[in-house]
């Protein structure tokens, strides 16, 4: 595919059950991000990869969340023991390197909601 | 705390007729800005930039001005379009080779729609 494609598109779950989201960012892309968007809100950092650098976390809200990149391929976000503040809609978009401004492409996002 | 904020949740225009989407920043490190565009069950896409050395910048349809001193910048839309009916985002970043300028901080959104 010519995008960056996310999966599951949607994901209803069940308050304390842990969450994964995936991310294919697009072939070739080296730096990786993820934002997550509650409802009223703009978009907010959470992760961000570059290569086989150590990730910045500082979004990450709680060491509830993590994420995990292979080489410059495929991330999934990891939510354990969601709680019903965690539902928003998570994006995920890449770019050919970090530090280029305007260059992040983004997936449709996953919307998770925790009932 | 909104460091980027976009007073304007909706607006409505005739199609033909200027769009304009302000957005506002109270960080005076930012020093790229970004505006984004996005449709239902789509995830956003750039639109425009501009660096803090400009004040205008212009792309067809779409120009996006600066205002450092009042820390604030727009997006012209002219003439508007029906298909033009998105959610506007702009996003800001310490820019260049600062540290962490990958951290794009967006602001919530207007949503624009284009009358026909």
């Known amino acids: 595919g010519a995008g960056v494609s996310q999966s599951p598109s949607n994901k209803v779950t069940e308050k304390g059950k842990d969450v994964e989201l995936r991310c294919d960012p697009i072939s070739g892309h080296t730096a990786l991000y993820w934002y997550r968007q509650r409802l009223g809100q703009g978009l907010e950092f959470l992760i961000y990869f570059q290569g086989n650098s150590a990730p910045d976390k500082s979004g990450l809200p709680s060491d509830r969340f993590s994420a995990e990149r292979t080489g410059e391929s495929v991330s999934t976000l990891t939510i354990q023991r969601t709680q019903q503040e965690d539902s928003a809609v998570y994006l995920c978009?890449?770019?050919?390197?970090?530090?280029?401004?305007?260059?992040?492409?983004f997936g449709p996002g996953t919307r998770l909601t925790v009932l | 705390d909104q460091q980027v904020k976009q007073n304007s949740p909706s607006l409505s225009v005739q199609e033909g007729r200027i769009s304009i989407l302000n957005c506002d920043y109270t960080?005076?490190?930012?020093?790229?800005f970004l505006w984004y565009k996005k449709y239902p069950a789509e995830g956003p896409t750039f639109l425009i930039s501009i660096s803090s050395i400009k004040d205008k910048n212009e792309d067809g349809r779409f120009t996006v001005f600066l205002n450092k001193s009042a820390k604030h910048l727009s997006l012209h839309i002219v003439p508007s379009q029906p298909g033009d009916s998105a959610v506007y985002f702009c996003?800001?970043?310490?820019?260049?080779?600062?540290?962490?300028?990958?951290?794009?901080?967006f602001g919530t959104g207007t949503r624009l729609k284009v009358l026909a």
């Open positions: 960080n005076s490190m930012f020093d790229y």
């Open positions: 978009a890449s770019s050919l390197s970090a530090g280029l401004a305007g260059e992040q492409f």
């Open positions: 996003a800001a970043t310490p820019g260049g080779f600062t540290s962490g300028t990958y951290k794009y901080i």
